[in-house]
């Protein structure tokens, strides 16, 4: 199918990346947020990038929320970029705007395409597995904190098939950086929630950055333990994880078992250095005072160990710190990570 008209829904950081270099592209995209300062400064002023290799600012076409109802054309894809607590009601609100082939391209954290698809049909959903780094501080303004030849994005069906709308979307996303389908995108997803459950709450409750976190000792164990839970979870599941972050799971699991633990840590520590000084989208909410996506990382672990009888006290220990200092019962800083090491036994 052809995609001439596009929108994202959700211009946080990852959306206003992906609006931004679509834009640039010459594609006809609509950004849609909440952020009533936000869209009026990509209106008045355009969406300005900056990332590593480069700074520009493109004119876009932005609304707000509560003017989408004003837009008489529709959609051949919605790229999806809000909060995974977010998915099933704007899934509701934007449907009217997809055209009846139209498909919803969820551009998120979490698994979220078993919300999605009971909602809008599971033919009219693709995965879409975002690996770039990036944030959002102030309105208009949006930094791309990973360089543009680092893998991007990978989208998939969440039937496996590689079809002809799934090809057509890796050339219409290329601008935005290396792009790839996947036939196994419950694979790509379970490793990218890894990830994120390995890096974003820890990252939250210290404050540290994506790589000072893959770098610091005291964080290591924790980082293994959770990717370790999370593995088990995902293969009673019968899921064949993909690489996480580059590294093949096993790798995880030895560690786990105190087999290959500095090769990983070195491992862990290289690919940090591709991040950048970014910070992960949880820190960024704590910092902002927002609730976070742990239930949709973590918290997700937990509830799928729960359903297959595989125990994971650290993901859950995780989920509980990452709300008290949501609540504001714990500053973030360092010294939080001494509460997990009970979990380590």
Same mark, same amino acid.
């Given at each position: 199918?052809?995609?001439?008209?596009?929108?994202?829904?959700?211009?946080g950081?990852?959306?206003s990346? &992906?609006? !931004?270099? &679509?834009?640039?592209?010459?594609?006809?995209?609509? &950004?849609?947020?909440?952020?009533?300062a936000?869209?009026?400064?990509?209106?008045?002023?355009?969406?300005?990038? /900056?990332?590593?290799?480069?700074?520009?600012?493109?004119?876009?076409?932005?609304?707000?929320?509560?003017?989408?109802?004003?837009?008489?054309? /529709?959609?051949?894809?919605?790229? &999806?970029?809000?909060? +995974?607590?977010?998915?099933?009601?704007?899934?509701?609100?934007?449907?009217?705007?997809?055209? !009846?082939?139209?498909?919803?391209?969820?551009?998120q #954290?979490?698994?979220?395409?078993e919300?999605?698809?009971?909602?809008?049909?599971?033919?009219r959903i693709?995965?879409?597995?975002?690996?770039?780094?990036?944030g959002?501080?102030?309105?208009?303004?949006? /930094?791309?904190?990973?360089? +543009?030849?680092?893998?991007? =994005?990978?989208?998939?069906?969440?039937?496996? =098939?590689v079809?002809?709308?799934?090809?057509?979307?890796?050339?219409?996303?290329?601008?935005?950086g290396?792009?790839?389908?996947?036939?196994? =995108?419950?694979?790509?997803?379970?490793?990218?929630?890894?990830?994120?459950?390995?890096? #974003?709450?820890?990252?939250?409750? /210290?404050?540290?950055?994506?790589?000072?976190?893959r770098?610091?000792?005291?964080?290591?164990?924790?980082?293994?333990?959770?990717?370790?839970? !999370?593995l088990?979870?995902?293969?009673?599941?019968?899921?064949?994880?993909?690489?996480?972050?580059?590294?093949?799971?096993?790798a995880?699991?030895?560690?786990?078992?105190?087999v290959?633990?500095?090769? =990983?840590?070195?491992?862990?520590?290289?690919?940090?250095?591709?991040?950048?000084a970014?910070?992960?989208?949880?820190?960024?909410?704590?910092?902002?005072?927002?609730?976070?996506?742990?239930?949709?990382?973590?918290g997700?672990?937990?509830?799928?160990?729960?359903?297959?009888?595989?125990?994971?006290?650290?993901?859950?220990?995780?989920?509980?710190?990452?709300?008290?200092?949501? !609540?504001?019962?714990?500053?973030?800083?360092?010294?939080?990570l001494?509460?997990l090491?009970?979990?380590?036994?």
């Amino acid at each position: 199918m052809a995609f001439e008209k596009l929108a994202v829904f959700g211009a946080g950081a990852i959306g206003s990346v &992906l609006g !931004a270099y &679509l834009a640039r592209a010459g594609r006809d995209i609509t &950004l849609i947020d909440m952020w009533a300062a936000h869209v009026d400064a990509m209106v008045q002023h355009g969406l300005k990038v /900056t990332a590593p290799d480069e700074e520009f600012t493109v004119k876009v076409k932005a609304v707000h929320l509560a003017e989408v109802c004003r837009l008489r054309e /529709t959609f051949d894809a919605v790229l &999806l970029s809000v909060k +995974s607590y977010d998915s099933e009601w704007a899934v509701r609100f934007i449907a009217p705007h997809l055209k !009846a082939a139209g498909v919803l391209v969820s551009a998120q #954290n979490g698994i979220n395409e078993e919300i999605l698809a009971p909602v809008l049909g599971y033919t009219r959903i693709v995965g879409c597995v975002v690996t770039l780094g990036a944030g959002l501080y102030e309105p208009g303004h949006v /930094t791309r904190t990973s360089a +543009s030849t680092r893998p991007s =994005l990978t989208v998939g069906e969440l039937n496996g =098939l590689v079809t002809a709308r799934l090809r057509e979307l890796v050339t219409v996303l290329a601008p935005v950086g290396p792009t790839r389908a996947t036939a196994n =995108l419950w694979g790509e997803r379970w490793a990218k929630l890894i990830v994120n459950s390995m890096a #974003n709450p820890i990252a939250g409750i /210290t404050g540290l950055g994506s790589a000072e976190l893959r770098a610091n000792p005291e964080a290591f164990p924790i980082i293994v333990r959770i990717a370790c839970e !999370a593995l088990t979870v995902a293969e009673a599941l019968g899921v064949q994880v993909e690489p996480v972050g580059g590294i093949p799971g096993q790798a995880y699991l030895d560690a786990g078992r105190g087999v290959g633990l500095q090769e =990983l840590r070195d491992k862990l520590i290289d690919g940090g250095r591709s991040l950048g000084a970014g910070r992960p989208s949880l820190a960024q909410d704590v910092a902002k005072g927002r609730r976070t996506e742990v239930d949709a990382l973590n918290g997700y672990v937990a509830q799928k160990g729960q359903e297959v009888g595989v125990p994971t006290p650290m993901n859950e220990a995780v989920v509980q710190l990452v709300k008290r200092v949501e !609540a504001g019962a714990v500053t973030p800083g360092p010294a939080n990570l001494a509460l997990l090491r009970p979990y380590l036994a």
